[in-house]
């Protein structure tokens, strides 16, 4: 079955920087997203990046959030920068097989996910 694995979340304060990383195995992605899901909120898409390396964003995040490849590593990646308290939430990783068509989707398009990663920001 495949597998996603996210890491990289922890504290920051707000302002602060963190980057996400998503390793992907026993699936040949189309396309891959980043959601979250802040307590009591329902998930939250962010942001998706088709396998030819486009991305697209929910408005609230352009400019703060970039999400890339990073193919020395072959892992998915979420840079977020200028973090505030509103951005504490678990972060899920999803994947699937199919193309996105360069956009992000609903989540219930993505068929694999991963178990996600605590990001938890101070004021």
């Known amino acids: 079955d495949a597998e996603l694995v996210e890491s990289g979340g922890g504290s920051v304060q707000a302002g602060g920087s963190l980057t996400l990383s998503c390793a992907a195995s026993?699936?040949?992605?189309?396309?891959m997203a980043w959601f979250r899901q802040a307590p009591g909120k329902n998930r939250e898409g962010l942001a998706a990046?088709?396998?030819?390396?486009?991305?697209d964003y929910i408005d609230s995040v352009k400019g703060r959030f970039t999400i890339f490849k990073d193919y020395a590593s072959n892992t998915l990646k979420l840079e977020m920068r200028n973090l505030k308290p509103e951005d504490t939430a678990m972060y899920y990783c999803?994947?699937?097989?199919?193309?996105?068509?360069?956009?992000?989707?609903?989540?219930?398009?993505?068929?694999?996910w991963g178990q996600g990663t605590q990001v938890t920001v101070s004021s």
């Open positions: 999803a994947a699937d097989d199919r193309p996105g068509w360069a956009a992000l989707r609903p989540e219930g398009f993505y068929h694999f």
């Open positions: 026993r699936v040949t992605w189309k396309t």
């Open positions: 990046l088709e396998r030819d390396g486009t991305p």
